[in-house]
Each structure stands twice: as C-alpha cells, then as structure tokens.
C-alpha cells in the first residue's frame, strides 16, 4: 500500500497570489462587511425597541438580520486578517467550525425565509384570520425550529464532510473552506456519510423551495383578484422583493455546496462563493426593511427619542441641532 501523508491543515488560496491584491481584497471585504453589520445591526435594533414594529414580519426579519450578521462574520474577518498578515493557513478544526456555522447559519436563514413566504400567504390569503394563526407562539416555534434544524444540518453535514480523511495537496482555492474543494483533496474511497448529507440537504433544500412555490401560487392567485392596479402594485411589492432574495441565495448555495468537484477551479467559482458569502446579507435589508416606510418612520421616532434625551453638559438636543445646522451650511456652501 502506498505511503499517503495525511493532512493536518489547509490553505486558503483566496483571489490571488499578489501580496499587495490580498490587502486590497482583504480591505474591500472588510468595508462590505461594516456595510453589511451597520444596516442588519440597525434592523436589529429598530425591531426590538419600536413597539411598532411587533409585529409577526418584523420579528422574522430581526432573526434573519441576526442570521446574516452570524453567517457573514464567519468567513469575512477571518479572510480579512489573514489578507493582511499573509498567513492563508487553516487548522482542520478550524475549517471544520467554518463549514458548521456557516451550514447552520445559512440552511437556518432558508427556513426562516419559507416561514416568511407563509406569513406572507397569511396576511394576504387569509387577513381576517392573521392574528389568530400567526400567533406570538406559533412565530417563536417556527423561528426556534428554523435555528435548531438549520444548526442540525450543520452537525450532519460537517461530520459527514469531516469523516473523510484528506491528504495530497492542502490548498483550497476559495477565501473560505468549501466542501467541493474539501472532497477534491479527499483519498477516502468510501463517501457514503458525505454523499447522504448532501441528499437530506438537497431534500429539505427542495421541501422549502416547494413551500415558498406554493405560498407564492396562492397569493398571485389572490393578487390578480384585486381590482385595482395600486392594489396589486403593492401586494406585489410585499411578496417579489423575498421571492428574488430565497431565489438568488437558493441558487448560489447550490453552487457552492452541491456542485461536483472539478480538478481546477475556475473564477466563477470564486465569484459565486462571494455572491453566496456577501450578496444576501446585503441586500436583505435594503430589499425587506430600510427602504420600508414603517422602518423609516421608526428610525426618526428613534432619532427624535435620542435627541430629546439629556445628558449631564452638552443634551442630545444640542448635538442634533448642531448637527442639523451644519449640513444645512454645508450644502450652502457646496461642500
């Protein structure tokens, strides 16, 4: 039997080779994520104070804030220090913890998202009848179940991938540990563990894709009953903004994670892999709530609480007036 040097540890390739690149990519990933931090952490925030905005949709989308802030800080800081440092060297046990966060976070951000394509069929198949089904309990089951079977997945699809063992070339050609790569450098012959995972991801990937499809059936089937096109226009605009996000995230997971493993990866590889990382924690925001009129409105009730708010010498009221003079005279003067 041949001598095979089994491997202890792996590199991330990343985008490239050039020293003064990887700072450069290592900077603008860490721009994106403060970007992608400030705006879920603002969602976050408004969602637990405005009493408003209690409600069944908004505190759906305070948990998939929380898991785009969870997904997007696992592979990007790390990414961002080792561009700097030029160190790209993983332990497989801290590969392993990539793979598991980021399975769970990711596999629990898509049933989150099926249960809001059902609170969506809800409010507009059945409105009369909302408070009743979409009861405070019924949404902290869903939500609870969504964590505990996306960090379930995680469990088993990690132990899968992990139970084979790895030897020949430790370089992993993406800035985060990815399974098609992982099972490129595999010398295990038997991958039945592995191969199961990904048919029970595959399973509940479709499950939730046929939830989603049906949801939306209904409410398109109720949508086009409306007579008039303001009606329409904004029963549409509160269910195509999610049917793009479960769409786009859907599809660039299943580039990443089911795709067969090729000998040399190409560049779009790559670029999925980003689109999957920072694409969806994003543009959720945008899409679902900072460019929502409720959560407009309860950013300036928040606004105008701290500004009314006074400390010991110079009151909030001060520094907001001030800072409202100064951009008055700064777009005066043209600056």
Known sequence: MP???????FILKGFSDIKDIQTLCGIFFLVIYMAILISNLIIITL????????????FFLKNLSLLDVFFVSVPIP????????????????????????MTSFSSGEVFVLTAMSYDRYVAICSPLHYDAI??????????????????????????????????????????????????RISCSKMLL???????????????????VMISYFH??????????NKGQSKAFATFIPHLTVFTVFIVTACFVFLKAPSGVPSITDRLFSMFYTVLPPAINPLIYS??????????????????????????????????????????????
């Open 219 to 228: 409410i398109l089937s109720e949508v086009l009953k409306i007579p008039t």
């Open 290 to 335: 900072l460019r929502n009129n409720d959560v407009k409105c309860a950013f300036r009730r928040l606004h105008q609480n701290l500004c009314s708010r006074s400390p010991l010498h110079l009151t909030s009221q001060s520094i907001c007036q001030w800072y409202s003079t100064s951009q008055v005279i700064r777009k005066f003067c043209n600056f």
């Open 47 to 58: 969602t637990t104070l405005d009493m408003q905005l209690q409600t069944p949709m908004y």
């Open 3 to 9: 001598n095979v040097t089994e491997i202890t540890g």
């Open 78 to 101: 790390n990414f961002f220090v080792s561009s700097l440092t030029h160190n790209s060297s993983i332990s497989i046990i801290g590969c392993s913890l990539q793979v598991f966060l």
């Open 193 to 211: 563990v592995i191969y199961t995972s990904l048919g029970i991801g595959v399973c509940l990937g479709i499950s939730c894709f046929l939830c």
């Open 134 to 183: 979409m009861s405070s309990g019924t949404c902290v089951l869903m939500v609870g179940v969504s964590w505990a079977t996306g960090v379930l997945f995680g469990a088993i699809y990690t132990a899968g991938t992990f139970s084979m063992s790895f030897c020949g070339s430790n370089v992993i050609p993406q800035f985060f540990c990815d399974v098609p790569s992982l099972l």
